[in-house]
């Protein structure tokens, strides 16, 4: 039976999100903030300002939306790659994908 060995492609996922993350969540909260403040009343009103809500409320919509996704796809690609692996296979997919 070959020796298994953690998969270097595994890891680098799990760096990988755990890099992410919080850049997400930066993100997100770098457009809600100012979201919020809006909706506060106190910034800004009128009819130019209905549609800048319309195009702010997109955009934080579409923030929120590839955030979440970038995370699910990451955290699929953790679901189904395995832990361990051979050593030759993880030989070749430190190869193929660039890892050290």
Do not use: C
């Not at 890891?11 to 999100?17: G, H, M, R, S």
Request: aromatic letters at 8%.
């Amino acid at each position: 039976m070959a020796v298994l060995v953690p998969n270097p492609l595994y890891v680098a996922l799990e760096d990988a999100l755990r890099v992410v993350q919080p850049l997400v969540h930066e993100i997100e909260a770098g457009v809600e903030a100012p979201y919020q403040a809006f909706h506060s009343g106190h910034v800004w009103t009128g009819p130019t300002a209905k549609a800048f809500d319309a195009q702010l409320a997109h955009y934080r919509t579409y923030v929120r939306s590839s955030g979440d996704k970038i995370l699910s796809d990451l955290h699929e690609a953790l679901a189904r790659t395995p832990h361990e692996v051979t050593a030759e296979e993880a030989k070749v997919i430190m190869s193929r994908y660039g890892l050290l």
